[in-house]
């Protein structure tokens, strides 16, 4: 079976579109944790790795984000169309064995932007950059809350190592704004 491409012209806009706003509100202005950061500096900059990240990034002072999940957390706010709303750094069991996956939920505007972050993965995993396959998965917040969220996550499978989990997240936020842009110009071309 072949599935062959909607010959309708309005989606093509709508990639079009999408790639246009991506590109108008990318990269967040700084400071990108929050807009009234008391740690930002103008003359240093604002930073994946800055100390405050863990706190200023999270909605709720008493529960920052996890400092190992935190880079790219910032990175995927940075690109302007994803909003992180909870994360996770993974954690071993009592016996040393993975426990939790380390994972972004987040919302998004457009599937659009979605794809891209998924052709960057994909990307990622075939130029070996990282050990395991990351992927976007369709998820879900709080029973009150109807919107819709997005995992950014690794593929679990037996004999995984939290720590190559985590290197791996650390690639990911080092490479995401070039291979996102690059998966966003490759879908622009294709929409004509």
């Not at 709508?14 to 003359?43: F, G, Q």
């Not at 990240?53 to 935190?70: G, K, N, Q, T």
């Not at 071993?92 to 891209?116: C, E, M, Q």
């Not at 396959?133 to 939290?162: A, C, I, K, M, Y």
Request: proline share 8%.
């Amino acid at each position: 079976m072949k599935i062959a491409p909607r010959r309708n012209r309005s989606g093509r806009r709508a990639v079009k579109r999408a790639v246009w706003r991506a590109r108008k509100l990318t990269p967040v202005p700084e400071p990108v944790c929050t807009c009234d950061c008391p740690d930002y500096d103008p003359a240093a900059g604002c930073h994946r790795f800055c100390q405050a990240a863990p706190l200023r990034l999270s909605s709720d002072p008493s529960s920052p984000v996890e400092p190992l999940i935190a880079p790219l957390t910032f990175e995927l706010k940075r690109l302007g169309v994803f909003h992180p709303c909870w994360s996770c750094e993974g954690h071993n069991d009592t016996a040393g064995r993975l426990w939790k996956l380390p994972r972004v939920w987040f919302y998004a505007n457009s599937v659009v932007h979605i794809r891209a972050l998924g052709e960057t993965l994909d990307r990622l995993f075939t130029e070996k950059r990282v050990k395991t396959r990351w992927r976007v998965v369709l998820t879900h917040s709080d029973s009150d809350n109807p919107d819709t969220t997005f995992s950014l996550e690794p593929e679990s499978r037996d004999g995984q190592v939290l720590a190559e989990l985590q290197a791996d997240a650390r690639t990911i936020a080092e490479s995401l704004h070039g291979h996102f842009w690059d998966a966003c110009a490759r879908l622009q071309q294709l929409a004509g």
